[in-house]
T-cell receptor, first 114, second 113 residues
């Protein structure tokens, strides 16, 4: 079965430090992978996607993600965290053969402390 | 450009009542989606509409119906609400079947007592 796992419920980081939010996936074929962010009482906002090409994908607000096919991972990273980055982050994978249908991970809450 | 809009923002229903959640997008997108978000479970797809005139079941369709009224609007109906349908509901849209990102509305928080 196709699935997405976010192994950490919460990640705590000090402001200015690098951050990583982990995501692993299990899909057939070549995956389409996405990261979304959700701020309190808001809908999800698209951050970045991997379709094909360079394994390092750059997105909005200084975030980037590294696609690793051998480890079936798509970790979200940022070199220097901001307090305003505190939010809920979701990894998602497009279902193979499913019309742009996405499976979402359970979400990881990122808390950046001053 | 409002993007994706949803009404209402909040709703409280009694078990057995019915209601319709409204969604509209002004981005001329072909595809629209309804999700529910529950704590610790991420988002789960209820129904989607690949294009105007078509709808298909997602992961958790039971207890729901949808209508793609036109290209802009996609409504979600609960015919007989149950406490298990207490959730936050999100509508989303995308250009179509090209692996492009989905754009989300602000959500409707529904409580069924």
């Amino acid at each position: 079965a196709q699935s997405v796992a976010q192994p950490e419920d919460q990640v705590n980081v000090a402001e200015g430090n690098p951050l990583t939010v982990k995501c692993t996936y299990s899909v057939s074929g070549n995956p389409y992978l996405f990261w979304y962010v959700q701020y309190p009482n808001r809908g999800l906002q698209f951050l970045l996607k991997y379709i094909t090409g360079d394994n390092l994908v750059k997105g909005s607000y200084g975030f980037e993600a590294e696609f690793n096919k051998s480890q079936t991972s798509f970790h979200l990273k940022k070199p220097s965290a901001l307090v305003s980055d505190s939010a809920l982050y979701f990894c998602a994978v497009r279902l193979l053969g499913g019309y742009n249908k996405l499976i979402f991970g359970a979400g990881t809450r990122l808390a950046v402390h001053p | 450009n409002a993007g994706v809009t949803q009404t209402p923002k909040f709703q409280v229903l009694k078990t057995g009542q019915s209601m319709t959640l409204q969604c509209a997008q002004d981005m001329n997108h072909n595809s629209m989606y309804w999700y529910r978000q529950d704590p610790g479970m991420g988002l789960r797809l209820i129904y989607y509409s690949a294009s105007e005139g078509t709808t298909d079941k997602g992961e958790v369709p039971n207890g729901y119906n949808v209508s793609r009224l036109n290209k802009r609007e996609f409504s979600l109906r609960l015919e007989s609400a149950a406490p298990s349908q207490t959730s936050v509901y999100f509508c989303a849209s995308s250009e179509g079947n090209r692996g492009l990102e989905q754009y989300f509305g602000p959500g409707t928080r529904l409580t069924v007592t």
